[in-house]
């Protein structure tokens, strides 16, 4: 069967470093998706990633390994305003993508 | 990047009711649109997935004559209850997907359904 797991729930300091971690099992493999959802909202894109290694975009980054199933997103100088979910998404062999429950992040000054 | 948009963004409607909701991809056109659903502190739940011209594929799991979909547009798809029931309340949120880009869904803002 298909599956994403990720943690329930994080809690990081203001300006400090959070990576959140993502493992895989899905029918084929056509990326790895991370997206950010703040509550009463819709998820907002943040990172692809098809390849393996480390894309870098600003104060995120996201990292892929294929043979190992796996990914996390690094949330370097942590603001306020990164307290949301964060939603990794597996794209199947159909284009579909399979959502993981979202991991919340807590940030405390 | 691609914009998507939802109507209503929060509906309160009478049990029994049936309520529509509307996607549109505003600057691109969507061979494919999802509808999602999802509870507070869970994540997104695909109801189904529809193709411009062709009847919707459903999850498993959810009704298709309660919850019906068309998507009669490369622009526009469209989510109706019916008769809905306090348990339908959720969040409903719709993506879009283009011809030429598979890799990418852009998201709707969601419409908040609370039924009395």
């Known amino acids: 069967g298909q599956n994403i797991d990720q943690p329930t729930e994080m809690t990081a300091t203001e300006g400090a470093i959070v990576q959140i971690n993502c493992t895989y099992q899905?029918?084929?493999?056509?990326?790895l998706f991370w997206y950010q959802q703040h509550a009463g909202e819709a998820p907002t894109f943040l990172s692809y990633?098809?390849l393996d290694g480390l894309e870098e975009k600003g104060r995120f980054s996201s990292f892929l390994s294929r043979s190992k199933g796996y990914s996390y997103l690094l949330l370097k100088e942590l603001q306020m305003k990164d307290s949301a979910s964060y939603l990794c998404a597996a794209m199947d062999s159909n284009y579909q993508l399979i959502w993981g429950a979202g991991t919340k992040l807590i940030i405390k000054p | 990047g691609a914009v998507v948009s939802q109507h209503p963004s929060r509906v309160i409607c009478k049990s029994g009711t049936s309520v529509k909701i509307e996607c549109r991809s505003l600057?691109?056109?969507?061979?494919?649109m999802f509808w999602y659903r999802q509870f507070p502190k869970k994540s997104l739940m695909l109801m189904a997935t529809?193709?411009?011209?062709?009847?919707?594929?459903?999850e498993q799991g959810v009704e298709k004559d309660k919850f019906l979909i068309n998507h009669a547009s490369l622009t526009l798809s469209t989510l109706t209850v019916t008769s809905a029931h306090p348990e339908d309340s959720s969040f409903y949120i719709c993506s879009a997907r283009g011809r030429l880009d598979y890799n990418e869904q852009f998201f709707g803002p969601g419409t908040r359904l609370t039924v009395l």
């Open positions: 529809s193709n411009e011209g062709s009847k919707a594929t459903y």
């Open positions: 600057d691109f056109q969507a061979t494919t």
């Open positions: 990633n098809v």
């Open positions: 899905t029918s084929g493999f056509n990326g």
